[in-house]
């Protein structure tokens, strides 16, 4: 099993920037692929961003690609989601999650983490 933690949600003004952490456990972490997603309120959960471990390589979604950056720390088992010119639209519960075998997809995640808030307001 993999644990997952999210961490570093809160409250941003709008055009302000968060760094969300996800620290990730358990008895393997021999996964794929780690990625993160959002939900905002009354809306489906969607992807963000995806990193795959073997060879660190990222892919992003279109809302996002140019304000938000996906990386790790090895040393700390740690995924990273930098986010920039935040909005007002961001605001939502983000999570992450891993895929053991494959790329991220929101329909075939094997483990998710219980999310953190982020809300963008002034």
């Known amino acids: 099993q993999v644990q997952l933690v999210e961490s570093g949600g809160g409250l941003v003004q709008p055009g302000g920037s968060l760094t969300l952490s996800c620290a990730a456990s358990?008895?393997?972490?021999?996964?794929?692929?780690i990625g993160w997603f959002r939900q905002a309120p009354g809306k489906e959960r969607e992807g963000l961003s995806c990193?795959?471990?073997?060879?660190?390589?990222?892919y992003y979604a279109d809302s996002v690609k140019d304000r938000f950056t996906i990386f790790r720390d090895n040393t700390n088992n740690t995924v990273y989601l930098q986010m920039r010119s935040l909005k007002p639209d961001d605001t939502a519960v983000y999570y992450c999650?891993?895929?053991?075998?494959?790329?991220?997809?929101?329909?075939?995640?094997?483990?998710w983490g219980k999310g953190t808030l982020v809300t963008v307001s002034s």
């Open positions: 990193l795959v471990k073997s060879d660190g390589s990222t």
């Open positions: 358990g008895d393997t972490l021999d996964y794929y692929a």
């Open positions: 999650a891993v895929n053991l075998w494959a790329m991220c997809h929101i329909g075939t995640m094997d483990y």
